[in-house]
Each structure stands twice: as C-alpha cells, then as structure tokens.
C-alpha cells in the first residue's frame, strides 16, 4: 500500500510539473520566433548594403557618352489622321444604319395590303391612306429639310478636317 502510494504522489507531482514544462516550451518558441525575425531582418539589411556598395562601385566604373543628341521629329508618330477621321465617320453612319435597321426589325411597318397580306396570309379587303394635314406636311418638308442640311454639314465638316489635316493647319499658341 506504501508503494502505491509512493507511486501516486510521484504521478501528481508530475501532473502538477507539465503545465509548467508547457509553459516554458511555449515562451521558448515565442523567443526564437521573435530572435528568428531578427535575424532574418538583420540578413536582409546585410544583402541590402552590400548590393547598394557593390552598385556604386560599378557606378565608379561606367562612363556615358551622348553619340546623338535628341531631336523634336518634324512629323508626329500617331495616328494617321485623315485615315482615323474618315473611319469615324463610316463607323457612325453604320452604326447609326444598323440601329435603324434593328428598330425596323423590332417594330416592323406594312407599306402596302400586298406585304401584310404575304406576312399574314389573311385577305385584306381595304385600307386607309394616311392624308396630312397643310400644317402636318409642311413640318414633315422642314424635317426632311433640316435632315438633308444637317447631313450637308456633316460632310462639308468632315471635308474641312480632311483639308485642315492635308494641308497641316496649326492654330497660332
């Protein structure tokens, strides 16, 4: 009975001795996690200058000489303009074709009874003629007017850039 209990006071002394055996491992790691840091800092900050003294002793040893000096070119390297200015306005007139071409296609109109006939394949027995107005015809001249002065004036201004461009125009600074 002495014995077992002999053997019971030593396992409870060793109970008590691991949280404290923990403990210190524990600090332990965290010390070497933090000196590890260090050193590694230390490291880089060793690699840092000796490459920032190895760069001015190659910098010692380099000497520069302008063979050509620089110049202001006499034309600009963009775009060529005329080119860019006639392929904006193509891709304006067809994108603004291909919009009215999808509004036709979404919301189609029947000019005459023979198309909504074939569309439809029922009879049509008659239809009414659309009569305007003095007032309503007059607007509708003045619209195809303003839309046939408006497209004269996008050409003659696509014609002035052209011209402005080939001639090389530059505004007084």
């Known amino acids: 009975m002495a014995e077992y209990e002999k053997r019971y006071k030593e396992l409870q002394d060793q109970v008590n001795t691991i949280p404290q055996v923990e403990a210190a491992l524990a ?24 490459l920032s003294q190895q760069a001015e002793q190659t910098n010692q040893d380099i000497r520069f000489r302008i063979i050509d000096p620089p110049r202001v070119p006499l034309e600009p390297s963009g775009p060529n303009r005329p080119l860019l200015i006639s392929g ?4 304006g007139l067809g994108a603004g074709g291909a919009l009215a071409f999808l509004l036709a296609q979404i919301w189609p109109t029947f000019d005459s ?16 003629s659309a009569v305007l107005s003095p007032a309503a015809a007059r607007r ?29 125009f530059k505004l007084p600074l």
């Not at 023979?114 to 009879?123: F, K, V």
């Not at 619209?143 to 002035?160: D, E, K, N, R, T």
Request: some cysteine; hydrophobic content about 45%.
């Open 27 to 50: 600090a332990l790691n965290r010390d070497y996690d933090i000196n590890r840091k260090k050193y590694d800092e230390l490291v880089t900050r060793r690699e840092s200058a000796r």
């Open 140 to 168: 509708q001249r003045w619209m195809l007017l303003s839309y046939l002065a408006l497209g004269c004036g996008l050409l003659m201004f696509y014609g002035g850039l052209l011209v402005v461009e080939t001639i090389g």
């Open 113 to 128: 009874r023979r198309s909504l006939l074939h569309a439809t394949q029922i009879p049509v027995f008659g239809s009414v």
């Open 88 to 91: 904006v306005l193509l891709g």
